[in-house]
């Protein structure tokens, strides 16, 4: 994250913003929020003292980097190789496949809601945080589309919704964003960007987030 990665009919808890898209929108939100993990610089932090979080660190930059090379369903063998540990390590930490995509998930949605809420974040700001982050993470893209049921899966994705939801009445407000816009809808459009994203090669996802995002905010524009 700069300090600076489709839906089906469920209500969201009351405390949530009443913006906040409803679970429908999993598969999209997380879709769209496969974000770089902060721990790719400590991969391999897993000798001596402190060895089991130095391991789990190490796994959850490997897998940014595996998935991302060779999609979701690389073998977990690979991401255990990749962070030089053993997978009996692997499955200690993470049970099966997809806590291990959620773990990521989870580590990175902390740094979008540290970014939301620092002073004079705007809607576009976290837009393109999403964006950048999904650019290096679509091998992500397909855990939603497999566990869209998961719990796991669900508390992630509200928790996107709600940052996303939180910060759209101000764009609206700035006259950033059309007044009838919903964060459902920003939710579908960082989906859409996420599957174009996801089927280009890694030399033209950037160029492709652009240019994608250029004609659908558009359409979000008043």
């Known amino acids: 994250m700069p300090r600076a990665a489709p839906v089906i009919s469920a209500t969201l808890p009351s405390t949530r913003p009443a913006t906040a898209p409803p679970l429908d929108n999993n598969r999209t939100l997380l879709s769209g929020c496969c974000y770089r993990s902060r721990v790719t610089s400590l991969r391999r932090e897993n000798r001596g003292r402190g060895a089991a979080a130095g391991n789990r660190r190490a796994l959850l930059a490997a897998a940014v ?53 620092l002073p004079g974040t705007t809607l576009d700001a976290l837009l393109d945080a999403v964006t950048d982050q999904l650019v290096s993470c679509v091998g992500f893209v397909d855990v939603v589309t497999a566990s869209v049921r998961d719990g796991r899966v669900e508390a992630v994705a509200e928790r996107v919704g709600a940052v996303l939801a939180g910060a759209l009445p101000q764009a609206q407000a700035a006259g950033r964003f059309r007044d009838d816009v919903t964060a459902a809808d920003v939710v579908l459009a960082i989906g859409m960007v996420a599957g174009l994203v996801a089927k280009v090669p890694p030399e033209d996802r950037l160029r492709t987030a652009a240019a994608a995002w250029a004609l659908l905010r558009q359409g979000l524009r008043p």
């Open 65 to 117: 980097e595996v998935f991302g090379e060779q999609g979701y369903d690389a073998p977990l063998s690979a991401v255990a190789k990749r962070a030089g540990v053993g997978q009996g390590s692997l499955y200690r930490h993470f049970p099966d496949r997809v806590a291990l995509a959620v773990a990521v998930f989870e580590d990175n949605v902390v740094e979008l809601e540290e970014l939301a809420a």
